[in-house]
């Protein structure tokens, strides 16, 4: 069952445990995005699957710096942004199967659908389904820059799969894509280094395709940690960012950001004086990337997870007691978020408004 607090509700009177959002965090995030973005011809195409909410993502396209779109991961994350108004939408995902392919080809009468593709086989899959319907679907192609995932090897890989893509009829090569990872806690400098290192290629590959006289307005690449680099880089066009809103800590060096989201639980046990139990375990948070962290108190530590609950040590100068609270923040936000139907959004200790987290569980 799920219950909706009442608006005006005090933080301390939430029944836990619960995913609550930090509204004046969540707006300086989106702030910072928007003025960051005004200044370049660059645009943000934030990443609904990290909120999977369309009151997010609507938030995200008024507030400005944006493409006037997002990404999704999947078909079903598409057409609940669709469904909610959401007027372009970036699949980053390959999309092969028949049935997906026809749901996506639905929402191409409705909303501006791109879609990556890496393989002439899908994109031919695609274009023969869209025919059908007399629709055209836009075709990105990924280049694969150093994550071992999806994407087309090498430059002439992406060549001879443009060069087959002008043959097809009901769809059309709009650009390219790529995503990138980097790993620790990096400086600007070594952001900026191995941003720019993994981002050439794909450039390279835009600049060669243009020379045989192909038109790509969607070059679109850059993650949260490399937004700022990737801006600056000549021919990108739009930045995939998504952990940048509600944050995580794997992505805690970067400072600019304010941690948005997190799980209030509640302590319901201290069976010695050095632990107590809270009611906040792997069925509520992601352990993806590692336990989460305890807000605001490095001498509580999680040491262990169940389903339910969690084990946290306590530090000798710490007093915590049973019903008290704890906030708990993910290492991995968008594995946490589709674990919950709502987000409670909270200003000033206070619940401002519940939104339903809609793309909920949209897995394929």
Request: a negative charge.
């Amino acid at each position: 069952m799920n219950i909706k607090p009442q608006i005006g509700t005090h933080i301390n009177d939430l029944d836990t445990p619960c995913l609550i959002i930090d509204l004046d965090k969540l707006e300086t995030n989106m702030n910072y995005v928007s003025d960051f973005y005004s200044r370049r011809s660059s645009k943000m195409r934030p990443h609904a699957k990290n909120h999977k909410t369309p009151a997010i993502a609507h938030m995200q396209i008024n507030n400005g710096g944006t493409v006037g779109g997002v990404c999704a991961s999947k078909v079903s994350e598409a057409e609940v942004m669709v469904n909610n108004g959401i007027k372009s939408v970036l699949i980053t995902s390959e999309i092969v199967d028949s049935l997906k392919i026809s749901r996506m080809i639905a929402l191409a009468k409705r909303a501006e659908i791109n879609v990556a593709v890496d393989s002439l086989q899908n994109a031919k899959s695609i274009d023969s389904i869209a025919n059908k319907f007399n629709v055209e679907v836009g075709l990105i192609i990924e280049i694969e820059t150093g994550m071992g995932r999806c994407g087309v090897q090498d430059a002439d890989e992406a060549l001879n799969l443009a060069e087959s893509i002008k043959g097809l009829h009901n769809v059309s090569l709009n650009g390219l894509m790529s995503h990138q990872t980097i790993s620790g806690e990096p400086d600007l400098e070594t952001r900026h280094t191995e941003a720019k290192k993994v981002i050439e290629k794909v450039i390279n590959i835009k600049n060669l395709l243009e020379s045989r006289g192909f038109v790509l307005p969607i070059i679109s690449t850059g993650e949260t940690w490399s937004y700022d680099v990737a801006a600056d880089i000549e021919g990108v066009t739009e930045i995939q960012g998504g952990s940048y809103l509600l944050m995580e800590t794997d992505y805690a060096y970067m400072t600019e950001f304010q941690q948005v989201c997190k799980i209030l639980g509640t302590v319901i046990s201290k069976p010695t004086i050095s632990s107590a139990i809270v009611n906040v375990g792997l069925k509520h948070i992601s352990s993806l990337r590692g336990v989460p962290a305890i807000e605001g108190n490095n001498d509580i530590q999680v040491v262990d997870m169940a389903p339910s609950s969690s084990t946290v040590s306590i530090g000798d100068q710490v007093s915590l007691e049973i019903g008290d609270q704890l906030s708990f923040i993910p290492s991995q936000q968008d594995a946490m978020v589709s674990r919950w139907n709502q987000f409670i959004c909270i200003r000033e200790r206070t619940v401002e408004n519940v939104w339903d987290i809609q793309a909920r569980g949209c897995i394929s």
